[in-house]
Every structure is written in C-alpha cells, then in structure tokens.
C-alpha cells in the first residue's frame, strides 16, 4: 500500500511539474525566503556528504555545490520530470561528477541502493515539508539518516503570524492551487522527533512568521 501512495504522488508531481518545471526557479525566487541562508550556513566538513530531499530542479544543490565544494552531493526527488530538469542543470553547471540524484520518496528512501551511503553529514528540505502528504514522515525519514554530528535544516512555509491576516489568506489560497500546505506543526512535530531520536532542536520564525527555519543535529 505503501508503494501505491508513493507511485500516486509521485504521478502527481510529475504532473504538476511537467511544465512547470521549465520556469520554476525563475518564478520561486521571489517568495522562497530563506533558501540561500539555509545553504549559507550548511558548513559541511570537508569531503562531508550532503543530501537534499526533494531536490526538485536542483537550484539548491548546485549552489550549495558551487558555494562548499569540498563536499559531496546528493539529492532525491518523487518527480522524474524534476530530477530531468535537474540533471540538466548540473551538467550545464559541470557538476555532474559531484552530485547524484535518484528517484525516491521522503518518506521511505534506502540511501544506500541509491547512493551507497548510508548517512549524510548534513541534509536539508527546503519548502518540500508543505508539499508531501505524509510530511511527518519525511521529516523523521531525514532525521533517521543524520550521521553522527550531522545536522538537519529545514525551512518551509510560516503561518503569517506576524503578517496582516488578508496577506494570509491571499497567500495560503494561491499556494493550495499547487497543492502547497503550509505546516502549522512544524515547530511540535520537530521537537517531538528530535526528543524521541536523541536530537537537538532548534526553531526559528523569519521574515515576520512568512518562513519558518527548524535545524535537527545529533551529538557527534
């Protein structure tokens, strides 16, 4: 059952994206706040193993690549119209010989068959939590793949709190035409993870409450 719901979403995503994925970065740049300093502040150790889940066309990697090149990247997403895209952008980029990238689901992934790696130094999910049904899933699927000392860092979508309310509703309507969920739980469901797995976390509102960040690290 479990295979059937990932294989749905997976068609759906592909579906959504299947033009999309043409202009997408060229239009998210404008409300994906926070991406860039999550990739700021990723600080791998040297020849450290990076992975992005829900890599999409791979924007995040190639600039995560281009700004810690010591480490090594990869990445997974549920849309194989996505990673095409990416695939072609790191090529372009002329980083295909530092990130890999696989078709997988957040939610159950074996990074071992996909990679041959089993941990990561350093993971990240940048506004993918509000995309994924099960986001509880792949948050505690990513939580569970952090090597000792490794740190995860989200950011995603706010609740507008401290924003006008019209701002809000305007904003959560548009983004529930791609299916987008901004996730009132976050700040709970990743402090709940982080005490039953024997991570630290930490949780930070930006830009008035528009993006929440949320950073899980295990001791090393």
Excluded at 22 to 33: G, I, M, N, P
Excluded at 133 to 148: T, V
Excluded at 171 to 176: E, G, N, P, R
């Amino acid at each position: 059952m479990a295979g059937d719901v990932g294989a749905g979403h997976a068609g759906h995503m592909d579906a959504i994206y299947k033009t999309q994925r043409h202009f997408y970065d060229l239009t998210r740049k404008y409300y994906l706040l926070g991406r860039d300093a999550l990739i700021a502040g990723l600080a791998p150790p040297p020849n450290g193993t990076v992975l992005e889940i829900g890599c999409g066309t791979g924007r995040n990697l190639i600039a995560a690549a281009k700004r810690w090149p010591d480490a090594r990247y990869y990445g997974v997403d549920i849309s194989e119209a996505m990673l095409e895209t990416a695939r072609a952008s790191i090529a372009k980029a002329g980083l295909t010989g530092r990130i890999t990238l696989a078709q997988g689901d957040a939610t159950a992934f074996n990074s071992v068959a996909l990679f041959g790696v089993a941990t990561f130094d350093r993971i990240f999910q940048s506004y993918t939590l509000s995309m994924i049904p099960d986001w509880k899933g792949a948050l505690r699927e990513a939580a569970g793949k952090l090597a000792p000392g490794g740190r995860l860092d989200i950011v995603d979508f706010g609740q507008q709190e401290r924003l006008p309310s019209p701002f809000k509703a305007l904003l959560f309507a548009w983004l529930a035409k791609f299916d987008v969920t901004p996730r009132a739980e976050l700040k709970g469901a990743a402090c709940g993870i982080a005490r039953d797995t024997g991570l630290t976390a930490s949780f930070a509102s930006l830009r008035n409450g528009y993006a929440w960040s949320a950073r899980l690290s295990r001791a090393a």
